[in-house]
Nanobody, 118 residues
């Protein structure tokens, strides 16, 4: 069983920065990243990174957020700059792990709250 443990959330002012970390126990992810869910909204993709280092971002965070990390570190990060009130949400780490059975396993972290005030 893989565990994903997030850290780094908090309350900041608009324009400030935060860095989220997601530490993974064991295994080798094929793709990992971050999703967020604001109150009353559906969970949405924020950013992902593949085991090869390829990243993908939601349009709303391009140029402001950077997803990094690797299997060597067993950690994935989300550097969030120029934060806006609309970035307020619970941020969840997600990772997909390949298996010999063919169907990959997916895991979620417990979530970390990011609050941005104007």
């Amino acid at each position: 069983q893989v565990q994903l443990v997030e850290s780094g959330g908090g309350a900041v002012q608009s324009g400030e920065s935060l860095r989220l970390s997601c530490s993974m126990s064991g295994s080798f992810f094929s793709i990992a990243g971050w999703y967020r869910q604001a109150p009353g909204e559906q969970r949405e993709l924020v950013a992902t990174i593949t085991s090869g280092g390829r990243t993908n971002y939601a349009d709303s965070v391009k140029g402001r957020f950077t997803c990094s990390g690797s299997n060597a570190e067993n950690t994935v990060y989300l550097q969030m700059n120029s934060l806006k009130p609309e970035d307020t949400a619970v941020y969840y780490c997600h990772a997909r792990f390949p298996t010999t059975a063919g169907r990959p396993l997916e895991f979620w972290g417990q979530g970390t709250l990011v609050t941005v005030s104007s």
